[in-house]
């Protein structure tokens, strides 16, 4: 038995209603409810499952396979799980089709692979893929954008690993309402979403994001998938960053570094070299951040004049602009000096996105830099929370950024109090500065 009704739902937040609203009540955004026809099926299905204890359940011989990229597999937790629902989005241009149809290339060497285009020709998929100058073994492609063919198409090849481009380009014939519709994306999703489960196939999903960076219409679409990926970056820099938002099968906040280069996307092993520069010069540190396991190093640049203003302006870019406003605050009150009356730039390099607290120290430093125009102590990280009593707190995952220091090179590292045990476990032509107040700080990174 079926039946024919009108719903009204945001195309915004996805949120439904009976009635028409001129403004959602769930995200107050204003003209996004459009009434969507639908077809709704009622039906007894007879079910076989039994509820298990632990000790029942046993665990099949789950075997990952490769992305061909090494940060692609970081990011995913260490590969691909079959049967797995990945959900990739970006902004327009990025290279979320680019770093896609590269892996897809690097998949199909050793299983089959199935790549389907809504967006774009076999003919202009065939443009970049020759661009891209990649080799392929079992890679076949499919344009269409009926869901029913797309179907009938992923069970006829029976891939291990399939890819939609993009989901906002797919309609489902027995929905009314357009495709990229909040009720077209998810009933598309929901679909595939069942076939990859039943057929244990992995399924990666490419997502468009609305003009505040968010995915697309359905919000309610991260939660049918097992991982949510988003790819940023910009159109000048040439670096890339896959952050993972959501995982089932790995650590969230995991970051993968690639770089835009004009035969594709080149991952990045090294990403220190890409946000540091040795040059000791007055404004600019470094700290060593945490993004998910990775500990990388980045520098802090920081620029302090006279204001001309009433209100002193504070730009960050990479840093928090409270965050800013916090560390600011501390060195007015437990330093003594008066920065209300200057202007404050705060950069990390490349624009990097730094959201760990241990690059509280590093920032306070390089202003303090900016303001004396003196260069911090050469060669030198500078790792740990700021405290609002001035106090420099303990850091997430120290012993992995010492190492990370070490490694590139770093002689001097500030820390906070650290174990003895820690502190023997590393070479002794190291000199790690344990400080316990942002005083101590500034005596240890201006000394003669």
């Known amino acids: 038995m079926s039946n024919k009704f009108s719903t009204f739902i945001c195309q915004n937040c996805g949120s439904e209603t009976s009635q028409y609203f001129g403004r959602c009540v769930n995200c107050n955004e204003w003209n996004t409810i459009v009434e969507e026809r639908k077809n709704t099926r009622f039906k007894t299905t007879s079910v076989n499952k039994k509820s298990k204890l632990f000790n029942e359940i046993e665990i099949g011989n789950i075997s ?137 196939i992995a399924l990666l999903i490419i997502g468009h994001v609305t003009k505040d960076g968010a995915l697309a219409g359905p919000k309610t679409l991260e939660h049918l998938v097992d991982v949510v990926l988003n790819f940023e970056g910009d159109n000048i820099a040439s670096h890339r960053l896959l952050r993972s938002v959501k995982n089932r099968f790995g650590s969230t906040f995991e970051i993968g570094i690639f770089e835009m280069l004009e035969n594709g996307l080149r991952e990045v092993n090294n990403p220190s070299s890409i946000f540091t520069n040795k040059e000791n010069i007055s404004g600019v540190t470094t700290t060593i951040t945490n993004e998910g396991s990775r500990p990388f190093a980045v520098d802090i640049q920081a620029l ?70 003196i260069p911090p102590l050469k060669n030198c990280a500078f790792i740990g929370e700021l405290g609002l009593s001035g106090q420099v707190r303990q850091a997430s995952n120290l012993r992995a950024k010492i190492d990370e220091a070490i490694r590139l090179g770093i002689k001097n590292i500030l820390v906070p109090k650290i174990t003895s045990e820690i502190k023997d476990s590393f070479q002794k032509n190291i000199q790690i500065k344990e400080i316990s107040n942002i005083n101590e700080a500034i005596d240890y990174a201006f000394k003669k």
């Open 64 to 200: 990952r396979f490769t992305s061909g990229f090494k940060e692609f597999d970081r990011v995913l937790g260490g590969g691909i799980v079959p049967g797995s629902i990945v959900l990739l989005g970006g902004e327009p241009g990025i290279g979320k089709s680019t770093i896609v149809l590269q892996s897809a290339g690097n998949i199909s060497l050793n299983e089959k692979v199935l790549y389907i285009t809504a967006e774009e020709s076999l003919e202009q998929l065939k443009i970049r893929w020759e661009r891209l100058n990649q080799s392929s073994l079992d890679l076949k492609i499919y344009a269409e954008t009926n869901l029913s063919l797309i179907i009938e198409e992923i069970k006829r090849i029976k891939p291990c690993f399939a890819i939609i481009d993009s989901i906002q380009a797919i309609n489902n014939d027995e929905m009314e309402s357009s495709p990229g519709s909040v009720s077209q994306v998810r009933t598309c999703s929901s679909e595939l979403q069942n076939l990859a489960k039943e057929k244990n």
């Open 304 to 373: 302090v004049n006279k204001t001309f203003y009433n209100n002193p302006r504070r730009t960050t870019t990479g840093i928090s602009i409270n965050r800013l406003h916090q560390i600011l605050a501390v060195i007015e009150k437990h330093v003594g000096f008066k920065l209300s009356e200057y202007d404050c730039y705060i950069a990390t390099g490349g624009g990097f996105e730094i959201n760990d607290t241990s690059s509280d120290l590093g920032v306070a430093i390089s202003i303090l830099s900016s303001l004396k125009n």
